[in-house]
């Protein structure tokens, strides 16, 4: 005896009984294999975003601790000199061959010759510069020897 021979057996009382069941059984492991799951996913996750934003605050107040501590510098204490932050920014980005001279220019600037420096590679190490808070304050190009090189007089300071 199949399926369809036992459900034709039964009684109306007893079809309408097996239905409701089923769909009750369904709706049950629905909700116990998808909606609840679900919903405590939602729940954890957004008590880990409160906890996140506990932390959050917590380093924000710790950040503005720290700044007053260094004496009110917003961008915070360079860690290393100008010159410093200078010659090695320039050498990380292979220009080390083409500068000349770093040298003081005041208490926070400094005045830089490059000479036959790659012009595209200098513009990306001054938008490292400006990045870290460096500013220009005086550029010279002239045309180098090779293509797209350049002899290069720059000015820079940090930003106050």
């Keep these: 005896m199949n399926a369809k021979e036992y459900w034709r057996q039964l009684q109306p009382?007893?079809?309408?009984?097996l239905l409701a069941g089923g769909i009750a059984a369904a709706v049950l492991?629905?909700?116990?294999?998808?909606w609840d799951p679900f919903n405590q996913s939602v729940r954890q996750l957004q008590q880990s975003v409160a906890a996140e934003r506990v932390t959050l605050a917590a380093m924000q107040h710790a950040a503005r601790e720290v700044?007053?501590?260094?004496?009110?510098?917003?961008?915070?204490?360079?860690?290393?000199?100008?010159?410093t932050l200078v010659d090695e920014t320039a050498r990380s980005h292979g220009l080390g061959n083409a500068l000349t001279k770093v040298e003081p220019n005041g208490r926070h600037a400094v005045h830089v010759t490059l000479e036959g420096a790659p012009f595209d590679t200098v513009l990306q190490w001054i938008d490292t510069l400006v990045a870290r808070g460096i500013k220009v304050t005086g550029f010279s190009a002239d045309k180098g020897d090779g293509g797209?090189?350049?002899?290069?007089?720059?000015s820079l300071g940090e930003s106050q």
Excluded: W
Excluded at 148 to 154: E, F, P, V
């Design 148 to 154: 797209g090189s350049a002899d290069i007089q720059l």
């Design 13 to 17: 009382r007893e079809q309408t009984m």
């Design 29 to 34: 492991l629905l909700y116990a294999l998808v």
């Design 67 to 83: 700044v007053q501590l260094r004496g009110g510098q917003a961008s915070g204490a360079r860690a290393q000199s100008l010159l």
